[in-house]
């Protein structure tokens, strides 16, 4: 990998629900500071991955290690503290809370009322439009705008690794290079992404590397822009 330090590793991770083996021995390591995407068509297992990491699924067998540590076992709460942030798709903001009270939630594990307070500056400058809608409650917003939400509430924890699950499903085109730019920023700035996305071409274009999932197994992977121009990947994934 070139002398960047792995953040996180995923060794070996199974996953099943019931009789269902959603994850078949999945292997991958995002490096700091990277953008990581990981492809595939629908019900390959590139959410599932996301939730093993997140301990929001258990692993039925295989290590993940974040920053060193073991924490395959670790539940979802404590994960979060430890500095991994879930977008989770459909953008999931507590609807009947206002924007503020989204945001607050997502710095509920914080103690440090002075940082917290920056964040939140921090995260308004950046979202403009949700300073605007400050009390206004989550579900009126339009679909743009919970996914700037989601966003930023998971800035507010913090965090060293963002795992973004599907953030420009069901957005307008202009609006998904929106999000797009505002997730290279915040890579920028210092936070290590890991993104599941069904448009694969966008993803690629921002990612410096990136995993193929087919049910449940990683088929394919490398650099981002390598795989963008191999032949098998275009006709699956980009539409020719």
């Known amino acids: 990998m070139g002398g960047i330090e792995q953040i996180l590793t995923l060794d070996d991770v199974h996953v099943h629900y019931g009789a269902i083996w959603a994850l078949k021995g999945i292997n991958l390591t995002v490096g700091e500071g990277e953008i990581v995407s990981l492809i595939g068509a629908n019900g390959a297992g590139k959410s599932t991955t996301l939730q093993a990491i997140s301990g929001v699924v258990k692993s039925s067998a295989g290590k993940t290690t974040f920053r060193g540590e ?26 009947n809370l206002s924007v503020l009270e989204n ?12 940082g917290i307070k920056q964040d939140m500056e921090m995260v ?19 679909g743009g705008e919970q996914q700037m939400l989601a966003i930023g509430r998971a800035l507010m924890t913090r965090p060293k690794l963002m795992l973004l699950d599907e953030p420009s499903m069901g957005l307008a085109p202009l609006l998904v290079k929106e999000i797009f730019s505002i997730i290279q920023e915040i890579n920028q700035e210092g936070t290590t992404i890991l993104l599941v996305e069904q448009n694969a071409r966008m993803a690629l274009q921002i990612s410096d590397r990136a995993y193929v999932l087919e049910t449940g197994r990683i088929v394919l992977d490398g650099p981002a822009k390598e795989l963008a121009r191999q032949e098998d990947v275009k006709k699956a994934y980009l539409g020719g």
């Open 103 to 114: 945001l607050e939630m997502g710095a509920y594990i914080r103690r440090d009322n002075k």
């Open 124 to 142: 308004l400058e950046r979202f403009p439009r949700l300073k605007e809608r400050i009390s206004q409650v989550a579900g009126t917003l339009s």
């Open 70 to 95: 073991d924490i395959t076992k670790v539940p979802a709460h404590n994960i979060v503290k430890k500095g991994i942030a879930q977008v989770p798709e459909g953008r999931r903001v507590f609807a």
